[in-house]
Structures are given as C-alpha cells and as structure tokens.
C-alpha cells in the first residue's frame, strides 16, 4: 500500500519565524514530490516541486528531500499570518500505462500567530 | 478566467438522490481528474480520463460514473447516494497524462441527509 504520511498538527508559528512541516512516504520508487497549499474552503494550490536529493528554494519555500530516508519536508521562512492553511504533502506515482498520478498525505494545518 | 470551473459549489440532497457535478476546464489540458476529499482533508483520487479516454479507475463503487464528452469536461454522476458519500468532490487538470502538476477545480461540497 502506497502511503504518504504527515503530521496533521496543528502546527503553531509566531510570525516572522521558520516553519517546519514534514512528510514521509513508503513507495521507494517515487520519484516526484509537491506541496500543495490549501486555505480553509478552497481548493489545493501547487507551491513547490522537488524531483532530486538535497534543497530547492522559491522566495521563502525551501523543499528538502531524502530519497535514502524517504522523507521530505518543506520550510516556510519569515512566516507571515497569511501562510496559516493546510499544506498537502503529495508524492507522483505512475499508474497504468504512462498516466501519472498523485498519493495525498491528510494534510498539516498550520496557523501563524501575529 | 476561471481556469477549472466546477458546478454546483454546494450540493445538499438526500439520501437515495441520483446528482451530477459537472467540470469544465480552459487551460487546453488533455488530462482531467476527479478527487474525493472527506471530513479530515485526506484528498484522494478517483477517476482520470486523457482526452475523453478513461486511463485512472480507482477503487471506487459503481455508483460513481465518470463521464468526459470532450477533454475539456468531465462530469461526475452518482447514483443512489449514501451518507459516506459526503465530502467535497475537486476536479483538476492537467497539461498530459505524464505531467505530475495538476490544478484543481473551486470543489463542490456534498452533503447527503
């Protein structure tokens, strides 16, 4: 059974500091991670991809990613009230024939205390 | 311009009730998805179709039929509905078949009485 496991938190900031959200999967072949950004009533909103070992940055998104230890993770630096939503930890997998198609962790909702 | 449009945005009905979601996608994207989000926001596929042509059939109960009458829609009809059926229902495109990024539809919120 392919999984993708996070910590549904709540998480809890203060602005202005680094959050730490984290995601594990079980499928050692997958390839391909995202994190999806999903405000209270609306739907999920692609912020990072990350396809190789080690760090890729976008303005204050870091994604890290661990093969080896199955584990990726995205950092949200100098966070900001309006960063509070549920992020998705979503990880590719190939279906039938070349479809693609994405595994959803439950989701980690964080919340930035002004 | 509203890239993936769904309709309704609510849908309150009861149990039993036969209903259809209806999707709509401008971007010109081939591939077109149906995902089942519940009460714990545990998001979940169900269907794809690639230009009108089924390629991802989750387990899923018959009573969810997919329909795509050109790859710019896919509807979701379901039938004797039940009260797991509840939750939001996304649809989300994207650009081909082996493309990982997807963009997701407004939802439509299910609730069955």
């Known amino acids: 059974q392919k999984e993708v496991e996070q910590n549904s938190g709540p998480l809890s900031v203060p602005e202005g500091a680094i959050a730490s959200l984290n995601c594990t999967y079980s499928?050692?072949?997958?390839?391909?991670f995202f994190w999806y950004r999903q405000y209270s009533g609306k739907s999920p909103e692609l912020i990072m991809s990350i396809y190789s070992n080690g760090d890729k940055e976008d303005g204050r998104f870091t994604a890290q990613l661990n093969k080896a230890s199955q584990y990726v993770s995205l950092l949200i630096r100098d966070s900001q009230p309006s960063d509070s939503a549920t992020y998705l930890c979503?990880?590719?997998?190939?279906?039938?024939?070349?479809?693609?198609?994405?595994?959803f962790g439950s989701g980690t909702q964080l919340t930035v205390l002004p | 311009d509203t890239a993936v449009s769904q309709t309704p945005k609510y849908l309150v009905t009861q149990m039993g009730n036969d209903k259809s979601i209806k999707c709509e996608q401008n971007l010109g994207h081939d591939t077109m998805y149906w995902y089942k989000q519940d009460s714990k926001k545990f998001l979940k596929i169900m269907f794809s179709y690639n230009n009108k042509e089924l390629i991802i059939n989750e387990t899923v109960p018959n009573r969810f039929s997919p329909k795509s009458p050109d790859k710019a829609h896919l509807n979701l009809h379901i039938n004797s509905l039940e009260l797991g059926d509840s939750a939001v229902y996304f649809c989300?495109?994207?650009?081909?078949?082996?493309?990982?990024?997807?963009?997701f539809g407004p939802g439509t919120r299910l609730t069955v009485t």
């Open positions: 989300a495109s994207s650009q081909e078949p082996r493309a990982y990024e997807q963009y």
């Open positions: 979503a990880v590719g997998v190939i279906s039938s024939g070349s479809a693609r198609q994405l595994t």
């Open positions: 499928d050692r072949v997958s390839q391909s």
